[in-house]
């Protein structure tokens, strides 16, 4: 059996130690190399078996693919190892986007050094229809997903509105659940991180950091589309804007 191919997230961390040896690849003697394949194989992104590979993510492996990365950058002066399309994809999101991608990549350490993102179980929404990952990769979209249905959580934001005398409708549509179906939808409601893992950080969630959602909205906010699989309100207000339509849920 073969190792797996590599995930976004692996070639997230991978390409942060290149990018934090100026874009030069590091040798199996590294200590940094040996850290990351430890990393690597405990990630919760691949089965019992492949991680019992004697190979999968090996201290070699590890090297080889910061050599991969580092040869593709566009200013390499000699010729480029074989890569693949996910690679180059992970070196221009480097390139144009340096420090989201190394706190996203800072964020997956935190999150597996507190053993927090190794109990989230996979979410189904975590990767786009098409198997897609997103900036920010398919673990911190788990983590965020596993946040935001937090029923604690989502119970004290209902809490704080309806102390402040705030409606609970949609930020984005205005959608009201309960105006619109009656006892059935009252006090219902869903929440919103208003930033995401790898701009905040795995920081404790306040309820300031959520807004509330319609469930249609909140699909769009969290639906991968070029590269962003995350969105606030008003950035999904926006795109409405734009399409020059209304959601039909909007009243």
């Known amino acids: 059996m073969r190792s797996p191919a590599w995930t976004w997230d692996e070639l ?3 390409c942060t130690l290149v990018v934090n040896n100026r874009w030069r690849e590091l040798r ?5 190399v040996a850290e990351l394949s430890t990393l690597l194989r405990s990630l919760p992104l691949h089965d019992d078996h ?10 070699g ?7 991969d990365l580092a040869t593709n950058h566009p200013d390499y002066p000699g010729k480029p190892t074989r890569c693949g399309r996910l690679d180059k994809a992970v070196i221009a999101a480097f390139i144009e986007r340096p420090v989201e991608l190394s706190r996203a990549a800072a964020a997956i350490r935190s999150g597996i050094a507190s053993e927090e993102l190794s109990r989230i179980p996979e979410h189904p929404e975590e990767a786009a229809e098409d198997g897609a990952t997103a900036l920010e990769g398919r673990l911190l979209a788990r983590w965020t997903l596993a946040r935001e249905r937090d029923p604690k959580l989502r119970r ?15 930020e984005v549509c205005a959608f009201d659940f309960g105006r619109s179906y009656g006892k059935l939808g ?6 919103h991180h ?7 950080g795995p920081q404790e969630t306040t309820l300031e950091d959520l807004a509330f959602l319609c469930s249609n909205c909140h699909r769009m906010c969290h639906r991968s589309r070029l590269g962003e699989s995350w969105r606030t309100p008003a950035m999904l207000r926006a795109e409405i804007q734009q399409s020059g339509t209304r959601p039909t849920n909007a009243i």
Request: glycine residues 4%.
């Open 156 to 170: 004290l934001k209902i809490a704080q509105a309806r102390r402040l005398g705030q409606p609970l409708q949609c």
């Open 28 to 32: 199996e003697s590294d200590s940094e």
């Open 61 to 67: 492996s590890v090297s080889r693919k910061t050599s």
């Open 50 to 59: 492949a991680r019992a590979l004697p190979q999968f993510r090996s201290v």
């Open 194 to 200: 208003v930033l995401p893992l790898h701009v905040s």
């Open 12 to 14: 997230l961390l991978a």
């Open 186 to 191: 009252e006090g219902y409601i869903e929440v």
